[in-house]
Nanobody, 125 residues
Framework: QVQLVESGGGLVQAGGSLRLSCAAS????????IGWYRQAPGKQRELVAK???????YYADSVKGRFTISRDNAKNTVYLQMISLKPEDTAVYYC???????????????????WGQGTQVTVSS
């Protein structure tokens, strides 16, 4: 059974930084694409960034240049490094996983099968 656990959220001032982690209990982690999403109060969930099993990445325009997604397959973990945080980045951040069956795929899925419970990020002005 796939489990995803996010950590690293917290309260930070505008301009600050946080690094989120998504630890996955997946035996074949290297064959999964991973996405980070966020949902602010009263808003729909939105994609933040995603990383293919082969390392290709995609970022939403709102975070491009400020957020970096990376993966460490040896640790079954994906990271989201966030810098220059803004109050509008405040949300619950979720990671999601989808198996793509090969470890060097460039596929960046639009839908994911497994989700974590989320971690709260609050940016004060």
């Amino acid at each position: 059974q796939v489990q995803l656990v996010e950590s690293g959220g917290g309260l930070v001032q505008a301009g600050g930084s946080l690094r989120l982690s998504c630890a996955a209990s997946i035996r074949t982690f290297s064959t999964y694409a991973i996405g980070w999403y966020r949902q602010a109060p009263g808003k729909q969930r939105e994609l933040v960034a995603k990383i293919a099993s082969g390392g290709r990445t995609y970022y939403a325009d709102s975070v491009k240049g400020r957020f970096t997604i990376s993966r460490d397959n040896a640790k079954n973990t994906v990271y989201l490094q966030m810098i220059s945080l803004k109050p509008e980045d405040t949300a619950v951040y979720y990671c999601a996983a989808k198996e793509v069956y090969i470890s060097n795929s460039n596929l960046l899925p639009n839908e994911y099968d497994y989700w974590g419970q989320g971690t709260q990020v609050t940016v004060s002005s």
